[in-house]
């Protein structure tokens, strides 16, 4: 019998999962950044501000971005570790890596890139100080997966660090439900002329494990000292681990 997982609200086989997330953000691709600061009204920039800064990156590390998408954390780090340091970006999906590849271009940056599954990561064991992912992981199919091979990848004391969607408190569920459903697919069909991969994006969120249960996860993948921080009233989590 095949396996199945979520895709949104929808059961799909696991299969199928990975090419249909690379559809969606092929979809959303050139209007990936705009979409964002329309969606979030620019808060998005903040969340990643604070992201970096609690990274604390340091000049000569190695850094891996998964799921980098446009770039923005892979800019920023590039910027921190130096002419020593190294900042690779990997996504799953063609299109995103070629709309981060560019903008860092633009902004005098050549960075090593790779087309991969985060499931499957073609690094050695124990290279990265640390390993990023914002706002990628709840489009995995098998989470506890791709968080155990960004903690092989990671050297002893390496970090991982996680920026994602996580659960609102509930005191703001019912005005968060009414944008996320009602309003953010419209500014998708209007905006990206694509009103599916934003209902399916709003739907991603909802079936993303909360704050504590992703905690968990993390330290079952093998990292310690494992902590969260809430931003917005839960709109968003950055959750960082340390492997021993």
């Known amino acids: ?50 992201a970096v800064d609690l990274a604390n ?10 799921a980098s998408g446009s770039g923005d954390l892979a800019l920023a780090f590039a910027k921190l570790v130096g002419p020593t340091g190294r900042v690779w970006q990997t996504d799953i999906n ?23 599954d985060a499931e499957k990561l073609p690094f050695p064991d124990n290279h990265f100080d640390l390993v990023t992912v914002a706002f990628g992981l709840r489009n995995m199919t098998h989470k506890d997966q791709a968080l155990a091979e960004m903690t092989r990848v990671l050297k002893p004391g390496g970090r991982l ?8 408190h509930e005191s703001l569920t019912k005005v968060y439900d009414a944008y996320s459903f009602k309003l953010l697919p419209k500014i998708g069909k209007y905006v990206a002329k694509d009103e599916a991969s934003y209902q399916y994006l709003a739907e991603s969120i909802r079936m993303h ?36």
């Open 1 to 50: 019998m095949d396996k199945t997982t979520h895709f949104g609200f929808q059961e799909v086989r696991e299969e199928e999962k990975s090419s249909r997330v690379r559809e969606v953000f092929k979809s959303v691709a050139p209007s990936y950044d705009i979409m964002n600061d329309l969606m979030s009204g620019g808060m998005h920039r903040l969340w990643k501000r604070f």
């Open 57 to 66: 990156v340091k000049r000569g590390e190695h850094i891996l971005d998964v």
């Open 94 to 116: 063609e299109a995103m890596l070629r709309v981060g590849r560019d903008r860092l271009v633009n902004a005098g940056y050549v960075l090593p890139g790779a087309l991969c």
């Open 161 to 168: 660090m996680v920026l994602e969607f996580s659960k609102v």
């Open 209 to 244: 494990p909360d704050q504590d249960t992703l905690k968990s996860m993390m330290e079952t993948a093998g990292l310690s000292r494992v902590e969260y921080f809430n931003l917005t009233a839960g709109v968003v989590a950055v959750h960082k681990g340390v492997k021993l």
